[in-house]
């Protein structure tokens, strides 16, 4: 039994399906709807609260800047959402360098975002 | 680096129980279901790798002090006493016959006096470090950073055993399709959508191909009886399904080089059957050519019969070249290992083909590690 409801595309970000920590919330409230432990809409604000903290966090408790180089393979901007492919992208940040063959990134409009 | 973002989770996983206690208490739901919510979503994280073990965590306590509603995050962990009244966490890790004698250091009591006996108790095992840290994980019965995740795990060698079974089974048609590509990830991947077509129909023909799209498909018609290949000659013909036809009998490339060629643009032809010829020899076992077919998913009407048709009235209508986009959005919703970041932006800008922008509070997803980010500056050749 899915949470019968439509998230932001900001907050689903944090959800989003590759975030291990929205995941993981995701699947554990899933989990206890779905046995009854908890009702959805009890659900429902363990995610807007989670979105909340987790922005909070990224804003406050991270200080890392990192550097993004790669081929632009597809890019696309829908929705105040811009959407970017990258092939053979380096990410370099403080203590280390991360190389993928193919990437994607989600980024939302930061200017949007005062909920 | 994994330690500080394990440690970032954990602050917010924390700050949303804290949070939704509230909520919890005016739903009148109770704590117990708030303790089994955050007893959960932890183990999900440790499964997932996106907690380690060794981190502080300042809200084991709460566990511990279900009444306690003003949590202080300042507070360090004390004691491994607290963990044990976590009846959940526990029991979702069963103690390990090695464990038995020692505590389970869950996160937070990162005591080196466990760490650092490499020889000492004969529970653990030998004297390497990474057996140690082997035995630690077994103890703590919580998977290390360094495990895998399992949901992407699992997940990955389906997408990998796909891809390799495309090539395999794709080589062939493929390379008559892509003029300029040789990569055998490209042929895999403009076969697409048309191939889909003559997929099913091969599979419900059991290796045998009833010509349905049209063109003449050479490579299709070569892999299998000479029976076949006859009744595909007199089928939609065009000339160079008899030059293949030859190369295919001779199984050598230099064949088609002899045949004249009847559709007079393109030369490049010759290369892409001498490609052919070469990946012939894989399909003149019917029972690879099944076994190859059976694993492609995406699969089209093979690319040197449509070229065929093609050129021999106009240049080639490139219908492929999107394909490998649609193919890679598709493989990318298959696998959940897809490389990911997600973040914020203040700025995105080009200048001809060179794209700028600025990124903040994100959090990437790559090579299986969460890395977060408060700012991030892009630059992209497109």
């Known amino acids: ?115 | 680096m994994a330690n500080n973002v394990s440690a970032v989770y954990i602050h917010v996983l924390d700050d949303v129980i804290s949070k939704v206690r509230d909520e919890f208490i005016n739903y009148g739901v109770g704590e117990g279901v708030l303790n089994e919510l955050q007893a959960l979503w932890e183990v999900k994280m440790r499964q997932c790798g996106a907690i380690s073990g060794n981190i502080e965590r300042s809200a084991l306590p709460k566990n511990a002090a279900p009444i306690t509603p003003v949590h202080d995050l300042n507070v360090p962990y004390e004691g491994p006493a607290e963990e044990y009244e976590t009846p959940t966490a526990e029991m979702l890790f069963p103690p390990t016959p090695l464990q038995t004698p020692i505590q389970t250091p869950l996160p937070g009591t990162n005591d080196p006096s466990m760490y650092n006996i490499p020889t000492g108790p004969s529970d653990y095992a030998p004297s390497p470090i990474s057996d140690i840290r082997n035995s630690i994980d077994l103890k703590a019965g919580r998977p290390g950073s360094y495990m895998p995740p399992s949901p992407w795990m699992s997940q990955r060698p389906l997408g990998v055993d796909v891809n390799v079974a495309y090539d395999e089974g794709r080589e062939e048609p493929d390379r008559g399709s892509s003029h300029q590509h040789a990569t055998q990830d490209f042929f895999m991947n403009s076969s697409g959508k048309r191939k889909r077509d003559d997929y099913a129909s091969h599979i419900n023909s059991g290796g045998y191909i009833p010509q349905q799209d049209g063109s003449g498909d050479v490579t299709i018609e070569l892999s299998l009886t000479q029976d076949v290949v006859s009744q595909v000659k007199t089928s939609s013909i065009v000339q160079d399904q008899g030059t293949a036809d030859s190369k295919f009998l001779s199984k050598k490339a230099e064949p088609a080089l002899m045949l004249p060629q009847h559709d007079g643009i393109h030369d490049e032809y010759d290369d892409l059957f001498h490609l052919q010829g070469v990946a012939n020899e894989d399909y003149n076992t019917p029972g690879d050519h099944v076994e190859l077919r059976a694993a492609t998913p995406s699969v089209g009407t093979p690319k040197p019969s449509k070229n065929d048709a093609g050129e021999d009235d106009e240049p080639p209508l490139n219908e492929d070249d999107d394909d490998e986009l649609d193919d890679l959005d598709q493989e990318e919703e298959e696998t959940n290992t897809q490389h990911l970041v997600l973040a914020l932006f203040d700025k995105v800008s080009r200048t001809k083909s060179r794209w700028k922008c600025t990124l903040k509070d994100g959090i990437m997803h790559l090579n299986n590690r969460d890395i977060l980010f408060n700012k991030a500056t892009g630059e992209f050749e497109f």
């Open chain 1, 1 to 115: 039994m899915r949470l019968g409801f439509r998230p932001t595309s900001f907050s689903l970000k944090y959800r989003d399906q590759r975030s291990s920590i929205g995941m993981c919330l995701t699947e554990t409230l899933d989990e206890m709807v779905s046995t009854g432990t908890l009702s959805p809409e009890l659900a429902y604000q363990v995610l807007v609260q989670f979105d909340k903290s987790m922005t909070e966090a990224l804003e406050t408790q991270v200080k890392s800047k990192v550097s993004v180089k790669g081929h632009l393979h597809t890019y696309r901007f829908c929705d105040n959402v811009w959407t970017f492919i990258l092939q053979d992208a380096v990410f370099k940040s403080e203590d280390r360098l991360e190389q993928v063959k193919r990437v994607k990134i989600v980024a939302c409009d930061s200017k949007l975002l005062t909920q």
